[in-house]
Each structure stands twice: as structure tokens, then as C-alpha cells.
């Protein structure tokens, strides 16, 4: 059996082709980073305009790669099982365009279609890393528009411990990075520059850090940088952009790794996972290890290639859908605020 999945929620369409092993035949991500950059943020009519325009070479190219993958040109949608779709949560304007390319490679072939969450797909990426994982684990969830630490009870059951009640992790790299000029995404080049930085150099609130919930905030230190920045330009002093990235940087990650610690004792998991766009941050990554290390806790991050937006995580969700007969019919429609478990099934994903 194989799985194609398709992936329009914001600026990058992506499918992926994987077996029922969960083995990844192919996968394709083409990005319309380049032009949001000059505004600092993914402009959604933008989005949704190049989704159109890449969506049909994109399946080709993913057929062409899977048939290359199993030694010939390329696959038909004869060789397929299902077709598993990305229907939120995200920009609206960007998922119909997804949604409407999978319903259309349906209608037309007879192959069935099932719904993927997109949060529940940057979750499954840790499978690629981890494939005997197992709940009941805690998941922290970060990237550009959610920031949130879950009590994976069972597959498909999800307890939300708490998320942000303002911005969310990746958007707040974003903004930083968009108030110091450096374009967007913000994350891969400030974690570049914070390597350089000394994370004591300036103090910036951790807000919540003992608020004893989890529950996060982000505007307060988005707008503490953007003070900051502001004041050395005033009084003619010159920046030192890696001690700033840095400081930023360990605010975030100091109060992203203390919640997640009492989230662990709480729960009284021995598993800790992360997933989302900011799973990619090195430091993020070895503070986890170093801390949860200590405790005996095993730490899982997915792989770097399927950190950000990608097909073959939402492969993963649609094929677990797809062995336990979960599928959506003709009529589906693109939710952009589905909460995390919408769409989800509880069979055991496979991935080897
Ligand atoms: P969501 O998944 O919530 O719908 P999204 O799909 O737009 O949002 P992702 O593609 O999962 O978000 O992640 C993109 C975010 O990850 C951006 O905000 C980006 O700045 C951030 N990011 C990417 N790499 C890094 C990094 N090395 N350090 C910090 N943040 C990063
Ligand atoms: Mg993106
Ligand atoms: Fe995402």
C-alpha cells in the first residue's frame, strides 16, 4: 500500500509518497519563502496564489521520485492506496488549495481520501526518529502559529497541558529577526547568529517561567527586544546582533524548557518529544537532551528535513487513517482552526 499526503497550511506545498511501513518513497517541498520575505511574514493571498501555481508540479515530481524510487519513471495514482490531505489548521486560502487539489485526484480516480491535522503531522514526525515510540508521552509543540505542551495519552488522545496566550515561539523569532532587518523566516538565522552570542550578554523577562501552569507568553519579550534595539539606536550605540540572537534565545528556551520539565514530573512520563519549525533550533534541541538527559527521560526531536512543514509527516497521519478506515468524503472542507485530535485516529502508526 502507498500513501500520498499533499500539505498547503501556509507558504510551503509538499507532498510525500510512503509505503505502509511508513518508509518514505518520496517527498517534494516547494516554498514560497522567498517572496514573504520583504514583508516579515507569510502574506496569505501570496501563499495561497503560488500553492496554486506549484501544486500540479508538485505531484508530478513526487510521482517522478517515488517511481524512481521503486525503479521506474514514475507512479500513477493506480499505485496508490489513499490521498491524505492537510485541512487545518492554517491559512484558510492556502489549505482549499490542498484540499481541493486532493478532492479533484479523487473524484477523478475512485482513490479514497482522508483529513490530516496538521499539528498531529509535526507530531508523528518524531516516529521518523523514534519509530517505537509510545505514549503516554509529552509532546511540546512550537512553530510559527502555535506554541503548546501536550499530554499524549494514547494515539489520537491529546490533552492540551497549555499553549501561549499571546504569540507563538516561531513568530516571535520572526519578529525579532523582522525588527533587526534579517528578512523571514527569523528562526534559522537568529539560532546562526546566537551561536556566535553570549545568552548572558542582556536580560530579557521570562515571562510565566513560575506562573505554575502551562501556559506561555511571547509578546512581552518580542516587545523587551524591540525596547532594547530601540534604545541603542537612540543613544548611537551599535548592536552586537550574536549577544542579542543569544540572550533572546535563552529567555525563550529557559521558560519552553522549565514548563516542559514540570509537565514530565507531572504527568510522570518517561518520554519527552518536540515537534513543529522550532523543533530545528540546535540550542533547543541540546537543552532538552542536557536536562532531560539527567533525569532519565528519553528526548526525541524528528530529524531536521521534516522539522518544518513537509509531506512526509502528514503521510504518516493519513496512513494511520488509513488502516483504521478513517476516511472523509467528497464534501471535506478546510478547518482553519482545527484544534489538535480533529481528524485524528487512534490505531499505532507504523513507521519503520
Ligand atoms: P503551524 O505549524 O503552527 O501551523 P507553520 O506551519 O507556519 O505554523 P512551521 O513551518 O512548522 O510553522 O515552522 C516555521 C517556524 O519555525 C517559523 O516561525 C520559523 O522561524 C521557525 N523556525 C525554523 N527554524 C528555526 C530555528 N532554527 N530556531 C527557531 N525557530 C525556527
Ligand atoms: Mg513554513
Ligand atoms: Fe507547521
Given at each position: ?248 534565545e535563552a529567555a525563550v528556551i529557559d521558560v519552553q524548557v ?25 540550542q533547543l534541541?541540546?537543552e ?65
Amino acid at each position: 500500500d502507498l500513501v500520498l499526503s499533499i500539505e498547503s497550511s501556509c507558504d510551503e506545498t509538499a507532498m510525500a509518497v510512503i509505503d505502509s511501513h511508513g518508509e518514505i518513497c518520496a517527498n517534494v517541498v516547494a516554498t514560497s519563502i522567498d517572496f514573504h520575505a520583504r514583508f516579515g511574514g507569510v502574506v496569505p493571498e501570496i501563499a495561497s496564489r503560488k500553492h496554486v501555481e506549484a501544486i500540479v508540479g508538485v505531484f508530478e515530481e513526487v510521482m517522478a521520485q517515488a517511481g524512481r524510487h521503486f525503479g521506474c519513471d514514475t507512479l500513477t495514482p493506480a499505485d496508490l492506496s489513499c490521498v491524505g490531505v492537510t485541512a487545518g489548521p492554517g491559512l484558510v486560502g492556502a489549505l482549499v488549495v490542498g484540499v481541493a487539489f486532493a478532492k479533484g485526484l479523487c473524484a477523478a480516480t475512485g482513490l479514497p481520501l482522508t483529513a490530516v491535522n496538521h499539528l498531529e503531522g509535526h507530531l508523528l514526525a518524531n516516529l521518523f526518529e523514534t519509530p517505537d515510540l509510545k505514549p503516554p508521552f509529552v509532546a511540546s509543540l512550537v512553530s510559527g502559529g502555535n506554541t503548546m505542551l501536550v499530554h499524549v495519552r494514547d494515539w489520537g488522545d491529546y490533552q492540551v497541558l497549555g499553549a501561549t496566550i499571546d504569540d507563538a515561539v516561531g513568530e516571535a523569532f520572526d519578529k525579532v529577526a523582522k525588527a533587526l532587518g534579517l528578512g523571514y523566516p527569523g528562526g534559522p538565522v537568529i539560532s546562526k547568529l546566537a551561536a556566535k552570542g553570549k545568552k548572558k550578554a542582556i536580560h530579557f523577562p521570562r515571562a510565566m517561567m513560575h506562573s505554575h501552569d502551562y501556559r506561555f507568553s511571547l509578546s512581552g519579550l518580542k516587545t523587551a527586544v524591540i525596547t532594547y534595539i530601540e534604545g541603542e539606536n537612540k543613544a548611537g550605540r551599535p548592536i552586537n546582533l550574536p549577544d542579542l540572537a543569544a540572550s533572546f534565545e535563552a529567555a525563550v528556551i529557559d521558560v519552553q524548557v522549565s514548563k516542559a520539565i514540570a509537565a514530565v514530573d507531572e504527568t510522570g512520563v518517561s518520554d519527552f518529544c518536540v515537534g513543529g519549525g522550532v523543533a530545528a533550533n540546535p540550542q533547543l534541541r541540546a537543552e532538552y537532551r542536557k536536562k532531560f538527559g539527567r533525569r532519565g527521560v528519553r528526548v526525541t526531536v524528528p530529524p531536521m528535513v521534516v522539522c518544518g512543514d513537509n509531506g512526509a509527516m502528514i503521510a504518516v497521519a493519513a496512513l494511520r487513517n488509513y488502516r483504521a478506515g478513517k476516511f472523509a468524503d467528497l464534501s471535506l472542507d478546510a478547518n482553519p482552526n482545527a484544534k489538535l485530535g480533529c481528524w485524528s485516529s487512534n490505531e499505532k502508526p507504523v513507521v519503520s
